[in-house]
């Protein structure tokens, strides 16, 4: 629970944000529901962990809030996140919520919390552990790729060091197993007090917990806690696992398996190629963020790590987002192609590869998202029984958009294909059916009304974003089909993209050159910044220049870029939303592209600015307050965030030398 040291009470919380907002901004009856209900910590004040299998999220008091287990879409075993009942593991100093400093050890994803109490200092750090690849008697029952040389232990582990004076040190693990459903039943593992096991009879693949410590474990009733006097020097350690492996029994093994994360980190970051620029710790933060969000026995990329965080407070528009989505494939192999990351770049491919074919080979239609084991569907249901972030609801697990036809998936998928191949210098012969299948799909359907990037759930409509994705389809696979030796394809396809690119000037524009949200529309869409990233034109012609520009003018709310006016867009939802940092990053880009490096420049310093102390980001910012909203931390965004920073490190560095590169040779 948040500690009234915060100083922060619901009621304070609903007025700070409900003064920020206009006045249709919180759905009917949100404020009731939220006054209601404890307050929750803001979005931006989580840390996040992951083993590159299992992920959680760290409230700022030391409070895990958000784990799920055996996989980071199972059912959550610790979610107080979404409801202040859900499940918590708290370590930390008693009496005191609020640390003095957080930070993530450099190079890693080991967070370190200091703690500041009336009688002295503690240092408390987190990790999800990694150590040797342990799999070598019976293979991996769940691992698809290549194994590498370390992997996830399945085990969360927190020390404890108090480093001055005396600190009052407290421990509660409370969890609450199948989204609060199901009650945890502690008992003791063996004559002492130092081990405990938590387990649910109620559901039958209910994972069993295993709490280690060289403390004293008491256990009252759903709980296990543990209280102790530290002082200068002591150092005491938990572990909470899941799996048959063998957690650390004392300390000294705790301190050993924390070396060994740090160590697995800095390796891997080591890996990457990042420029000596003041940006480099945003970039190699950003990479350590897609890293966590990978889940490593099958390449997916996990669109963020939650699942209901609200883009609109105390509104409706909450989703889950614990799946991977085929839009963010070429964003995603860009990003780690451009830092060095080819092994995480080729393991995402092959999921690719792996969930466009069935068992036999034969390719299946593209859907629009998978779940991270390739599974195809994702039944979206609501947990009632949960008050949600806030008091938003409804609570979302699953997500119906993978039954959307949405038609810039083929462009994606073509895109990524041109990226990897680029990246390999060759076409696989196995890959040349797939890559004919997407783009006889947008050949098919390319003329027909869909949901759009943004996957509305109003009435289809002719995008115009989903149309220029189309013509990447056909451009990409004819690009393809010259390197596989296809001639013929190569120039059915030029041919028809061609005649996609004149349908979408005559009726994707207006009057005044800038390009529209539908056809026949007057609204803008952020979308549409993909015009030049994408190459559908070239960045000095007049008509991408316009679109930018109107839509970092007229698309924007205190600067930062919005995907749409709701007022003006029929999504299916009710109430506003706040600035898309995806689409605010795209803009940078764009900027630069049109030859715009100062303003892009200042629009990527504002929006740094906006990270989390962790500098980690949601999916949407409120431009008035600064608080994040939606899912978190944000795939799409701190992709985007790699791409805009590169566009104008590359165009700033080449500025310099005096040789400045034409914004058409800028990769996207």
Known sequence: MLDISTAITTEQRVLAVTDAMPADGLASGAVERIRSRPAHLPIEDYAFLSDCENTCLIARNGSVEWMCLPRPDSPSVFGAMLDRGAGHFRVGPYGVGVPSARRYLPGGMIVETSWQTVTGWLIVRDALVLGRWHDNDVRSRTYRRTPRDWSAEHVLLRTAKCVSGVVEFEMECEPAFDYHRAAAHWEYTGGGYGQARATCAAVSDCPTLTLTTDMRLGLEGRSAQARTRMKEGDEVFVALSWSPLPPPRTFAEAAEKMWATTEYW???????????????????????????????????????????????????????????????????????????????????????????????????????????????????????????????????????????????????????????????????????????????????????????????????????????????????????????????????????AEEIRA??????????????????????????????????????????????????????????????????????????????????????????????????????????????????????????????????????????????????????????AGHPRPPSLLPI
Request: glycine letters at 8%; one cysteine or more.
């Open 266 to 496: 800095r390796q891997w970051i080591t890996l990457g190629k990042f420029p000596d620029h003041e940006w480099r710790g945003y970039l190699q933060r950003s990479a350590l963020t897609l890293k966590g969000l990978t889940y490593a026995p099958t390449g997916a990329l996990l669109a963020a790590a939650t699942t209901s965080l609200p883009e609109t407070p105390g509104g409706e528009r909450n989703w889950d987002y614990r799946y991977s989505w085929v839009r963010d494939s070429t964003f995603a192999l860009w990003g780690l192609y451009t830092l060095g990351l080819d092994r995480e770049a080729d393991d995402f491919f092959a999921f690719l590869r792996e969930v466009a074919t069935d068992g036999d080979g034969d390719i299946l239609p593209v859907q629009v998202l998978y779940g991270i084991g390739g599974e195809r569907e994702i039944t979206e249901y609501e947990l009632g029984h949960l008050h949600g972030y806030d008091g938003a609801r409804p609570v979302r697990v699953g997500n119906d958009a993978y039954q959307q036809q949405q038609h810039d998936i083929w462009g994606t998928i073509l895109d990524s294909v041109h990226l990897h191949v680029k990246a390999h210098r060759h076409v696989p012969e196995a890959l040349w059916p797939l890559l004919e299948r997407q783009v006889r799909a947008a050949i098919e359907h390319w003329r027909e009304p869909d949901r759009g990037l943004w996957e509305v759930r109003g009435e289809p409509r002719h995008f115009t974003s989903s149309k220029v994705m189309c013509w990447v389809a056909l451009d990409r696979g004819a690009k393809l089909a010259e390197m596989h030796g296809e001639f013929e394809c190569a120039e059915q396809w030029h041919a028809i």
């Open 503 to 656: 349908d979408i000037l005559e009726h994707g524009v207006n009057s005044d050159g800038v390009f529209t949200q539908t056809y026949g529309s007057a609204a803008l869409d952020a979308s549409l910044l993909l015009v030049p990233l994408v190459r559908f034109l070239p960045p000095d012609d007049f008509r991408v220049r316009r679109t930018v520009l109107a839509i970092a003018d007229d698309l924007t709310d205190q600067g930062l870029v919005l995907r749409y006016r709701t007022e003006s867009t029929d999504d299916g939802l009710t109430g506003t939303e706040g600035t898309f940092t995806i689409c605010s990053f795209w803009l940078v880009s764009a900027l630069v592209e049109i030859g715009e490096v100062r303003r892009a420049r200042w629009l990527c310093e504002r929006l740094l600015g906006h990270a989390s102390a962790l500098q980690l980001y949601a999916e949407e910012i409120d431009p008035r307050t600064g608080r994040h909203l939606g899912n978190f931390p944000q795939a799409f965004t701190h992709l985007a965030l790699i791409n805009a920073l590169t566009h104008v490190i590359r165009a700033e560095q080449d500025a310099v």
